[in-house]
């Protein structure tokens, strides 16, 4: 097995970079990806069997990382969220060799008596060693105190908020979610709290200390009105000015889109004019349904998202991205591949790992905007998706997946080469 991935590793080094294929809102994207030159697939993970941590710390070196997610600050110091190799808890991981061996840095306190199920972290990254993260059962019925821990070392040390005021709330279905940082004092956790008929319960919590003290601002009983559609995004781009999207197409008329400018107290929806070329009751829900599937940047400056539509009849589903414009309206700029993940560096230079469909199993397409998204290049098609990381306009990291199948890949290239990181623990 190692010598077949060392083999696959050294081959994906040598995959030649694409020909590149620019686009513009005015007109359909030519499928030439055709002639493009296949790509390996990713080398096959070990299977295991997991089994809950008696202890977290420390962690024996070597030992095989999985990770979910990944938040580099430079070109060897970063975080990650994932798992030893066995285990059912996320833990908190730092690396400073560019992702290649990873400290346990999580707050031990949080981890005492872990359920058999495992546990889940949220977490934000910031600068200087800041790190707000959360932690919650994943069993239902073993209640976790909801405390946010924070650190501003780089994990060394930890310090517990007051716990969250959950009163009223369904405390078993309690999942939190988009744990957010403005600064070092505000930020912002959306928790889900169960699902059923088209509706995503979810509460709000605020800070303004630091993440000392949380305060609910939005919950089923306050907003009903905002309990409609999976929540797939909440973030805030000033203390006052938030947004919080929703994905449920097909299922309610409009775009489940609204914006608050008195930090959560009240939220307003807000419409989207159709893209250029587009039927102008695109939206209302008759002939196909349309969502949001994330915020892919939220600043002073801008803020921009992707709008998916698929027919209810035959037909393929198309995407765009949204950006606001001066004054702040907005405009459609065609997505190359309906489903994907975005990263935006600023309001004009970002990433997108395009599908032509759902299947976790589809080759992706790596494109590169240096425009905000009115044309796309296409650096790379391969034969995983992910979530594209980059630091700048050539460095970047991926967590690559083909069905159930992941790796940590690297590029220094821009995407159009990539290499496989083989992540394990350090002390």
Request: with cysteine; aromatic share 10%; hydrophobic share 40%.
């Amino acid at each position: 097995m190692n010598t077949r991935m060392a083999i696959l590793t050294f081959l994906l080094l040598l995959l030649p970079a694409c020909g590149v294929l620019e686009v513009g809102l005015e007109e359909p994207l030519p499928r030439e990806t055709a002639t493009l030159p296949p790509t390996l697939a990713l080398p096959p993970t070990l299977t295991f069997t997991p089994t809950p941590f008696a202890d977290f710390d420390p962690i024996a070196p070597g030992q095989k990382i999985h990770l979910a997610s990944i938040r580099m600050l430079d070109k060897l110091k970063g975080w990650g969220i994932g798992q030893v190799e066995g285990q059912t808890t996320d833990i908190l991981l730092l690396t400073s060799d560019g992702g290649r061996t990873w400290q346990n840095r999580t707050p031990r306190a949080a981890l005492q008596i872990p359920p058999a199920q495992g546990l889940s972290a949220t977490a934000f990254f910031g600068p200087n060693g800041l790190v707000w993260a959360i932690f919650n059962s994943r069993a239902p019925e073993a209640y976790t105190p909801q405390v946010v821990w924070y650190t501003t070392d780089y994990g060394q040390t930890w310090q517990a908020s007051a716990e969250l005021s959950l009163e009223g709330l369904p405390t078993e279905h309690f999942y939190p979610d988009h744990l957010g940082v403005l600064g070092d004092k505000h930020g912002w956790l959306m928790a889900h709290l169960g699902a059923g008929m088209s509706h995503d319960y979810i509460a709000v919590f605020l800070t303004s200390d630091g993440g000392q003290t949380w305060r609910r601002v939005l919950d089923p009983e306050q907003t009903p009105t905002l309990m409609a559609c999976a929540k797939t995004g909440l973030a805030f781009s000033s203390a006052l000015n938030g947004w919080l999207t929703g994905d449920c197409p097909g299922l309610m008329p409009g775009l489940f889109l609204y914006f608050t400018r008195d930090g959560g107290e009240t939220w307003q929806p807000l419409n989207l004019p159709v893209p250029p070329g587009q039927a102008a009751d695109l939206f209302n829900g008759e002939k196909a349904g349309c969502g949001i599937p994330d915020l892919a940047y939220t600043g002073a400056d801008a803020v921009l998202f992707s709008v998916r539509c698929s027919p209810y009849n035959e037909g393929k589903a198309s995407a765009w991205l949204y950006a606001t414009q001066a004054g702040g309206s907005f405009s459609a700029r065609a997505l190359p591949q309906p489903y994907g993940n975005l990263q935006f560096l600023n309001p004009t230079e970002g990433w997108f790992i395009g599908a032509a469909n759902s299947d976790p199993t589809t080759p992706g397409e790596i494109y590169h905007t240096t425009d905000g998204g009115l044309t796309w290049k296409l650096v790379l098609a391969t034969g995983w998706q992910g979530t594209p990381h980059f630091l700048d306009s050539n460095i970047g990291w991926v967590i690559a997946r083909s069905g159930e199948k992941t790796a940590l890949v690297y590029t220094a290239t821009g995407g159009a080469l990539w290499e496989e990181i083989n992540a394990v623990s350090s002390r």
